[in-house]
Nanobody, 118 residues
Framework: QVQLVESGGGLVQPGGSLRLSCAASGIIFRLYDMGWYRQAPGKQRELVAVFTSGGSINYADSVKGRFTISRDNAKNTVYLQMNSLNPADTAAYYC????????????WGQGTQVTVSS
Protein backbone atom coordinates (compact mmCIF):
# COMPACT_ATOMS: atom_id res chain seq x y z
CA GLN A 1 0.00 0.00 0.00
CA VAL A 2 1.40 3.33 -1.09
CA GLN A 3 1.30 6.21 1.37
CA LEU A 4 2.54 9.77 1.16
CA VAL A 5 2.20 11.47 4.52
CA GLU A 6 2.79 15.21 4.74
CA SER A 7 3.55 17.07 7.92
CA GLY A 8 4.83 20.45 9.05
CA GLY A 9 2.01 22.74 8.04
CA GLY A 10 0.50 25.33 10.33
CA LEU A 11 -0.11 28.99 10.99
CA VAL A 12 2.80 31.38 10.52
CA GLN A 13 3.16 35.14 10.41
CA PRO A 14 4.22 36.93 7.23
CA GLY A 15 7.97 36.71 6.82
CA GLY A 16 8.12 33.48 8.76
CA SER A 17 9.29 30.01 7.78
CA LEU A 18 7.96 26.48 7.74
CA ARG A 19 9.41 23.15 6.72
CA LEU A 20 7.13 20.58 5.19
CA SER A 21 7.98 16.90 5.09
CA CYS A 22 6.52 14.09 3.03
CA ALA A 23 7.31 10.55 4.07
CA ALA A 24 6.69 7.92 1.42
CA SER A 25 6.11 4.21 1.87
CA GLY A 26 5.21 1.40 -0.48
CA ILE A 27 7.23 2.77 -3.41
CA ILE A 28 10.83 2.56 -4.59
CA PHE A 29 11.40 6.16 -3.64
CA ARG A 30 14.58 6.75 -5.65
CA LEU A 31 12.69 5.88 -8.86
CA TYR A 32 10.10 8.60 -8.36
CA ASP A 33 10.07 12.28 -9.21
CA MET A 34 8.87 14.01 -6.07
CA GLY A 35 6.97 17.25 -6.11
CA TRP A 36 5.07 19.70 -3.99
CA TYR A 37 1.84 21.26 -5.20
CA ARG A 38 -0.50 23.68 -3.54
CA GLN A 39 -4.12 24.65 -3.86
CA ALA A 40 -5.67 27.79 -2.47
CA PRO A 41 -9.44 28.10 -2.00
CA GLY A 42 -11.15 28.73 -5.32
CA LYS A 43 -7.96 28.18 -7.30
CA GLN A 44 -6.48 25.34 -9.29
CA ARG A 45 -3.78 23.14 -7.87
CA GLU A 46 -0.38 24.42 -8.96
CA LEU A 47 3.14 23.05 -9.00
CA VAL A 48 5.41 24.56 -6.37
CA ALA A 49 8.61 22.55 -6.79
CA VAL A 50 9.82 19.24 -8.14
CA PHE A 51 12.93 17.19 -7.42
CA THR A 52 13.35 14.53 -10.05
CA SER A 53 14.77 11.07 -9.60
CA GLY A 54 17.71 12.17 -11.70
CA GLY A 55 18.48 15.14 -9.48
CA SER A 56 16.92 18.02 -11.39
CA ILE A 57 15.06 20.70 -9.47
CA ASN A 58 12.48 23.16 -10.69
CA TYR A 59 10.46 25.83 -8.92
CA ALA A 60 7.44 27.90 -9.70
CA ASP A 61 8.47 31.49 -10.38
CA SER A 62 6.42 32.66 -7.41
CA VAL A 63 8.57 30.74 -4.92
CA LYS A 64 12.04 30.96 -6.47
CA GLY A 65 14.56 32.25 -3.98
CA ARG A 66 12.24 31.61 -1.04
CA PHE A 67 11.47 27.88 -1.12
CA THR A 68 13.91 24.99 -1.25
CA ILE A 69 13.01 21.42 -2.10
CA SER A 70 15.23 18.56 -0.99
CA ARG A 71 14.98 14.81 -0.74
CA ASP A 72 16.59 12.08 1.32
CA ASN A 73 16.40 8.80 -0.56
CA ALA A 74 17.64 6.89 2.49
CA LYS A 75 14.66 8.15 4.49
CA ASN A 76 12.14 8.06 1.64
CA THR A 77 11.33 11.68 2.43
CA VAL A 78 11.03 14.89 0.48
CA TYR A 79 11.11 18.29 2.15
CA LEU A 80 10.02 21.81 1.32
CA GLN A 81 11.72 24.59 3.24
CA MET A 82 9.61 27.73 2.93
CA ASN A 83 11.07 31.08 3.91
CA SER A 84 9.81 34.65 3.66
CA LEU A 85 6.25 33.42 3.60
CA ASN A 86 3.50 35.81 2.62
CA PRO A 87 -0.30 35.55 2.65
CA ALA A 88 -0.31 34.53 -1.03
CA ASP A 89 1.40 31.29 0.03
CA THR A 90 -1.65 30.27 2.05
CA ALA A 91 -2.89 26.98 0.64
CA ALA A 92 -3.16 23.28 1.17
CA TYR A 93 0.17 21.75 0.18
CA TYR A 94 0.26 18.31 -1.39
CA CYS A 95 3.09 15.87 -1.92
CA UNK A 96 3.21 14.15 -5.31
CA UNK A 97 5.13 11.13 -6.58
CA UNK A 98 5.44 10.23 -10.26
CA UNK A 99 7.07 6.99 -11.31
CA UNK A 100 9.93 7.35 -13.78
CA UNK A 101 9.13 3.84 -15.06
CA UNK A 102 5.50 4.64 -15.84
CA UNK A 103 4.52 8.32 -15.90
CA UNK A 104 0.87 7.38 -15.40
CA UNK A 105 1.67 5.99 -11.96
CA UNK A 106 1.02 8.98 -9.74
CA UNK A 107 0.41 9.21 -6.04
CA TRP A 108 -0.76 12.08 -3.86
CA GLY A 109 -0.61 12.78 -0.18
CA GLN A 110 -3.57 13.96 1.84
CA GLY A 111 -2.29 17.53 2.09
CA THR A 112 -1.18 19.81 4.87
CA GLN A 113 -2.53 23.29 5.43
CA VAL A 114 -0.25 26.32 5.45
CA THR A 115 -1.78 29.60 6.59
CA VAL A 116 0.21 32.82 6.51
CA SER A 117 -1.50 35.53 8.52
CA SER A 118 -0.78 38.12 11.14
Amino acid sequence: QVQLVESGGGLVQPGGSLRLSCAASGIIFRLYDMGWYRQAPGKQRELVAVFTSGGSINYADSVKGRFTISRDNAKNTVYLQMNSLNPADTAAYYCNAVSTLNRRTIYWGQGTQVTVSS
